[in-house]
């Protein structure tokens, strides 16, 4: 089993950044491709970036491409969103994903943390 536990959400004014963190625990070794996910008041949980398990490889929402940056640090077992130019549109709870497998969906998913961005 992994356990995923984010932490960086807060209130931010628009145009401001913050950096999201997701700490992974447990099977770490297990872990593939990870993501973030986000889900605003009223809405469905949307995809918004993804890394693979190198690192290398990056893919992005078209709502936050150019404004957010996905990242890893596989020997601290950290990943990372940094968020810049936010937008009031950004609000939402944001929660991290892993593959624990190298095909399918995300098999493990964190508890959330929720941004706010308004002035």
């Known amino acids: 089993q992994v356990q995923l536990v984010e932490s960086g959400g807060g209130l931010v004014q628009p145009g401001g950044s913050l950096m999201l963190s997701c700490a992974a625990s447990?099977?770490?070794?297990?872990?593939?491709?990870m993501a973030w996910f986000r889900q605003a008041p009223g809405k469905g949980r949307e995809f918004v970036a993804r890394?693979?398990?190198?690192?290398?490889?990056?893919n992005y929402a078209d709502s936050v491409s150019g404004r957010f940056t996905i990242s890893r640090d596989n020997p601290k077992d950290t990943l990372y969103l940094h968020m810049s130019t936010l937008k009031p549109e950004d609000t939402a709870v944001y929660y991290c994903?892993?593959?624990?497998?190298?095909?399918?969906?995300?098999?493990?998913w964190g508890q959330g943390t929720a941004v706010t961005v308004s002035s």
């Open positions: 890394i693979s398990r190198s690192g290398d490889s990056t």
């Open positions: 447990g099977r770490t070794f297990s872990i593939f491709a």
């Open positions: 994903a892993a593959q624990g497998h190298i095909t399918g969906g995300y098999d493990y």
